[in-house]
């Protein structure tokens, strides 16, 4: 039996995901519910629930400001979205599942799934991330295969290569981590680290490129010796965007 | 043996534009310099008759004339030995010398004879030239100067003079003939004046009035030199003033002049009366002058002199090519500037359209879509309500973020346009066939989102709608060679393409295409006939990066 909390500062909301968790997640017993943070965290601290579906923006804190509330996190979270670009970018970062509102009825089984049998320590980087704030040098990205997550720092991404939805990431120390992401969503993720998406199927760290090379195609080197492709329709933005 | 005889020429004519040199007897000399000996002509003007190349003449073969044509009266012909003279004080004239080693010492005085003859009258006796009379000649400084000849010569009178060594060997022999001189006004010289705080009058007391009497009496050098059209092209410096001065003319009575100016800042070209003089009371800068001076009672000829002021150092043509090239350096660099900047504005603009295109899902759509799930409600079939509704809000969102994406990955592009057909199924009924090439590599491809969604649309609302379950979609996303192909084919009862073009769906993508066709080359195909309509969306090397 898994004990859950719903918080959404709307009424309406909670009442339609507590339904479809009757319905459709028969495991998942609705203990308490909140319209704000606050009411959200006594909730929380009364229950000690499992599982939490937390709204990001709601008026006055907002979802992560409870998460930082607490001096400890021993329960899963899916974040229950309506259209919100400030936090999900955190959210993918530790590779943590959110639901966009009107909730899809499958997308649900999936998360509750996911949520209850995780065994990776995604909240704590999810966490730590939002306490470090802009210093994204120690941000670390989750990068999730099949047999366990692996959290890295942005800074040690050498590049990415893809093949169709698998995405490979090259590390400094020379680690190869293949992930089944497509590249689409790294190079969102990572375009406001210093990256840069010089081809449809490569992303690199500008900190590692060590050469703009126009001899024999438009490639750049990287410090480790790897000649990268630079797409001819991106080869300006590249240029400008290296600084060259 | 060729003997080389070197020819001096050594002119009076500098004289001509700086103060007239006034010789006491009025006299230009030709000297004839046969080594020590010295033959003088002296005339009011003498000249070979080719011009200025004098004919030489040759010792060796004395048969040979030199022909002469002097313009003065008067003609003196004399010998000096070069060694009697104690010093050199002025010979100015012409120099005919023979410098030829060989003929050293081949005429000295003592030896040498002349034989003079007037008008072809019959040869006269030789005469040894050291028993000929004796004069003191000022002109050269000459304390012992033989006397040879002294003449009037009238018009076209000529002079045949032999010269020989008394042991019978021929030496030069001279032919000179009087030419009458033109009635062309003479020029005789200019007063300068540089002083621009001085004004007209006083320029007129200081310089023309003082010198003016001087060069009427210079004139008097200047009496039979032939006038001649002044080929110098003389400078003066700008803003300065310049008069010229004329030669009383020789043998006409009304001594009235004219004169025509041109250049700068003149224009009339009708003739002026003067007196001797013109003066150009200011020069300009960069002009050219040109002034033609003619005697009233003889209109037909006149005598034109050049004269121009150098431009000012940004008058001057590499200042202007200078001054050209900066101005079309800095007008190109603004043109560019401006290019850059409305391309950049067009490219903002650009973008703003793009973007504004992207929300646009039809409005009939959109409610048409709710109503449906609302029917599913309202019909008690919750889990299809639920299902669609999430589709409608997938494709919603999507459209929504497209406002800020100009390209999303072609996986989520067929998501939107499934949930989009789906949302059309649950309204119309119609059977749909998807189909995506394997080869292509969905989760890396780019394209523009929703740019095919109201083609479908069309295929929906003009091809199958009204034909319930038989009526059938098929979509189609297809790889060939580089270039990606949508292929929405439906078995409406078509339409004609080109009437079509009021539809809002063609439209937008067309406009939509037009706007990314800056970009990369996306073409839109219609074939239609009764039986059904293809749309053919083809993204032209699309698949090529490298």
Redesign the interface.
């Known amino acids: 039996m898994i004990n859950a909390i719903i918080i959404d500062d709307e009424q309406h909301n909670v009442i339609n995901l507590q339904r ?1 968790l009757e319905q459709h997640c028969k495991e998942v017993t609705v203990v308490a519910t909140a319209t704000n943070a606050d009411d959200g965290i006594a909730m929380i601290r009364q229950h000690q629930p499992n599982l939490v579906f937390l709204d990001i923006q709601m008026p006055g804190k907002t979802g992560f400001d409870l998460l930082l509330a607490l001096p400890k996190i021993d329960f899963e979270i899916v974040f229950v979205t309506a ?1 919100d670009q400030y936090g999900i970018p955190a959210v993918k970062f530790s590779a943590m599942d959110y639901l ?6 499958e ?1 649900l089984k999936g998360a509750v799934q996911k949520a209850i049998s995780r065994k990776s320590n995604s909240m704590e980087h999810l966490v730590a991330i939002l306490k470090q704030g802009t210093q994204r040098h120690e941000h670390r990205i989750a990068l999730p295969s099949a047999k366990e997550t692996r959290f890295v720092y942005v800074k040690d991404i050498v590049r990415c290569e ?4 698998y995405t490979s990431f090259f590390m400094q120390d020379g680690e190869k981590i293949v992930v089944s992401v ?3 969503e790294y190079a969102e993720m990572l375009g406001e680290y210093g990256f840069l998406r010089c ?3 490569h992303i690199i760290n500008k900190l590692f490129v060590r050469s703009i090379v126009k001899e024999g ?1 438009f490639y750049l080197q990287m410090k480790g010796g790897e000649k990268i ?1 630079v ?3 991106k080869k300006d933005w590249v240029k400008k965007e290296m600084g060259a | 043996m060729r003997k080389t005889l070197y020819l001096l020429n050594i002119l009076l004519l500098l004289c001509l534009v700086a103060k007239p040199q006034i010789n006491q007897k009025n006299k230009f000399i030709t000297f004839f310099v046969l080594d020590k000996t010295y033959i003088t002509f002296s005339n009011n003007y003498m000249r070979g008759n080719d011009g200025h190349k004098y004919n030489p003449y040759f010792p060796s073969s004395p048969d040979e004339t030199s022909h002469y044509m002097v313009t003065g009266e008067e003609v003196l012909i004399s010998a000096v030995e070069i060694d009697t003279l104690a010093k050199v004080k002025s010979m100015s004239g012409n120099f005919h010398l023979d410098t030829v080693p060989a003929h050293r010492q081949f005429y000295p005085l003592r030896s040498l004879q002349v034989r003079i003859t007037k008008n072809g009258a019959p040869a006269g006796k030789w005469l040894d030239i050291i028993k000929m009379p004796t004069f003191k000649d000022t002109a050269i400084v000459s304390e012992t100067s033989y006397w040879l000849l002294k003449d009037s010569l009238k018009v076209n009178d000529s002079l045949f003079i032999e010269f020989r060594r008394n042991d019978g060997v021929a030496l030069m022999k001279l032919h000179i003939r009087r030419k009458a001189i033109e009635k062309r006004p003479f020029l005789m010289g200019s007063a300068h004046d540089t002083s621009t705080s001085r004004d007209e009058s006083a320029f007129m007391q200081a310089q023309l009035l003082k010198t003016y009497p001087s060069f009427k009496q210079g004139a008097a050098f200047y009496t039979d030199w032939p006038a001649r059209i002044d080929k110098l092209d003389h400078a003066y410096m700008p803003n300065s003033r310049v008069a010229f001065y004329f030669r009383e003319p020789p043998d006409v009575t009304d001594f009235t002049f004219q004169y025509r100016l041109l250049g700068g800042r003149y224009k009339d070209t009708s003739w002026k009366n003067t007196r001797g003089y013109v003066l150009v009371p200011s020069l300009q800068a960069g002009a050219k002058y040109r002034l033609d001076v003619r005697y009233k009672d003889a209109p037909a000829l006149w005598s034109t002199h050049l004269f121009h002021v150098p431009p000012y150092w940004y008058q001057t043509l590499w200042f202007k090519t200078g001054i050209g090239a900066c101005v079309i350096i800095v007008g190109l660099f603004l043109f560019l500037l401006w290019a850059y900047l409305k391309n950049k504005r067009q490219e903002e603009k650009r973008k703003l359209k793009i973007q504004s295109l992207y929300a646009q899902l039809n409005p009939h759509f959109v409610f048409n879509a709710l109503g449906s799930i609302q029917g599913l409600m309202n019909d008690q079939q919750l ?1 299809k309500a ?2 669609y ?2 589709g409608f ?2 494709l919603l ?1 999507n459209s ?1 973020l497209s406002t800020t994406k100009e390209t ?2 072609l ?2 592009e067929l998501k939107n346009l499934d949930n989009y057909i789906q949302l059309e199924i649950l309204r119309f009924n119609f059977q749909y066939e998807l189909y995506v090439d394997p080869e292509l ?6 394209v523009p989102p929703l740019l095919a969604q109201p083609l479908i649309e069309n295929a929906v609302k003009h091809g199958v709608s009204a034909k319930g379950a038989a009526g059938q979609i098929k979509f189609q996303i297809l790889k060939d060679k580089q270039d990606i192909l949508f292929s929405i084919s439906d078995n409406g009862s078509g339409f004609d393409p080109s009437k079509a073009v009021d539809r809002h769906g063609i439209k937008l993508t067309k406009d939509r295409i037009e706007l990314y066709n800056k ?2 080359r996306i073409t839109l195909d219609i074939q239609s006939n009764t039986t059904g309509t293809t749309v053919l969306l083809r993204y032209k090397n699309w698949l ?3």
């Open positions: 479809l259209f966009m509102k009107p909730v899809n009825v997308e893809s093949s169709n939805s497509s590249i689409y081809h449809q199927s195609g492709p797409s001819r329709d | 889990n639920n299902q509704l999430s809000a997938q969102r929504m999303i990955p996986q989520t590599q969905t989760a890396i491809i780019e970009h990369r090529e990066h490298d």
